[in-house]
């Protein structure tokens, strides 16, 4: 696909690797809608982003409401003129024991994390098969690939997430509207600083700016997932297939240090 003059809705595109998704593309002559629930941080992202040259618009609205995504989808086509790639990017997560997570904390993982996306996603095909040339990008994690203790609920809602794509990929051959699934690894963002996880317990952070390189190069490569974590990430999902058992070994020697790391770890 060829990106240039492509007219883009990422939600949660203020900060973290939505915002980097949104530079690249940018870069690459995307129109681009952004979208995010604090007024203020928005508007400094889009000042910003237009301070750079690039041709962007922010909607304040909060997806895991149904108002909020018809504010979304409608402020985007009305501003773009319809849509052709819809990246759902925003999430939230509460790490943790699963009986130290309230069930607000839980519900909320699920709303935001599986439930917005799937229900943007819905409302916004009939635009996206519109372009003849539509594309919807997920941003899950490598978590849904190798379930971490202490992000159970997390895990899960990526997984959905993940599976939804694979079932929805299937579902629209040939039908002009491409889904393309995102797995990052610890990346450097909002999202990640109140946990204090680091590499000692497999938390080795990149900057979301590789995260966003490798999802513009799949959209031109018309490829269907970015996997990070290189031959490493590649080694222990193979692994994780053919003998879970020594992952759980290996997760259960790191589980004290982890469980200290990742008990602040919340961004809902």
């Given at each position: 696909?060829?990106?240039?003059?492509?007219?883009?809705?990422?939600?949660?595109?203020?900060?973290?690797?939505?915002?980097?998704?949104?530079?690249?593309?940018?870069?690459?002559?995307?129109?681009?809608?952004?979208?995010?629930?604090?007024?203020?941080?928005?508007?400094?992202?889009?000042?910003?982003?237009?301070?750079?040259?690039?041709?962007?618009?922010?909607?304040?609205?909060?997806?895991?409401?149904?108002?909020?995504?018809?504010?979304?989808?409608?402020?985007?086509?009305?501003?773009?003129?319809?849509?052709?790639?819809?990246?759902?990017?925003?999430?939230?997560?509460?790490?943790?024991?699963?009986?130290?997570?309230?069930?607000?904390?839980?519900?909320?993982?699920?709303?935001?994390?599986?439930?917005a996306?799937?229900?943007?996603?819905?409302a916004?095909?009939?635009?996206?098969?519109?372009?003849?040339?539509?594309?919807?990008?997920?941003?899950?994690?490598?978590?849904?690939?190798?379930?971490?203790?202490?992000?159970?609920?997390?895990?899960?809602?990526?997984?959905?997430?993940?599976?939804?794509?694979?079932?929805?990929?299937?579902?629209?051959?040939?039908?002009?509207v491409?889904?393309?699934?995102?797995?990052?690894?610890?990346?450097?963002?909002?999202?990640?600083?109140?946990?204090?996880?680091?590499?000692?317990?497999?938390?080795?952070?990149?900057?979301?700016d590789?995260?966003?390189?490798?999802?513009?190069?799949?959209?031109?490569?018309?490829?269907?997932?970015?996997?990070?974590g290189?031959?490493?990430?590649?080694?222990?999902?193979?692994?994780?297939?053919?003998?879970?058992?020594?992952?759980?070994?290996?997760?259960?020697?790191?589980?004290?240090?982890?469980?200290?790391?990742?008990?602040?770890?919340?961004?809902l």
């Open positions: 696909m060829k990106i240039e003059g492509k007219r883009v809705l990422v939600t949660g595109g203020s900060s973290g690797i939505g915002r980097a998704i949104t530079v690249a593309l940018l870069k690459k002559g995307a129109r681009v809608v952004i979208t995010g629930r604090r007024q203020d941080v928005l508007a400094a992202a889009v000042a910003s982003l237009k301070a750079n040259g690039g041709d962007v618009h922010g909607i304040c609205a909060d997806v895991t409401e149904t108002a909020g995504r018809k504010a979304t989808l409608d402020g985007a086509l009305v501003h773009l003129g319809g849509l052709d790639i819809l990246v759902n990017n925003a999430g939230g997560v509460r790490a943790g024991r699963l009986e130290d997570t309230s069930e607000a904390e839980i519900r909320a993982m699920v709303e935001v994390d599986l439930v996306p799937i229900l943007l996603t819905r916004a095909l009939p635009a996206l098969r519109a372009s003849g040339e539509g594309l919807i990008a997920d941003v899950t994690s490598a978590i849904a690939l190798i379930g971490m203790p202490f992000y159970a609920t997390y895990a899960a809602t990526k997984a959905g997430l993940a599976r939804f794509d694979e079932a929805l990929r299937r579902e629209l051959v040939g039908e002009g491409r889904v393309l699934t995102i797995y990052p690894g610890a990346t450097d963002t909002p999202m990640m600083r109140t946990s204090r996880a680091g590499a000692e317990v497999g938390f080795t952070k990149e900057p979301a590789a995260v966003a390189d490798a999802v513009v190069a799949a959209i031109e490569g018309d490829g269907f997932e970015v996997v990070r290189g031959e490493a990430r590649a080694q222990m999902i193979a692994l994780n297939r053919s003998d879970p058992t020594a992952l759980d070994r290996r997760f259960a020697d790191l589980k004290p240090a982890l469980a200290e790391a990742v008990r602040d770890h919340s961004a």
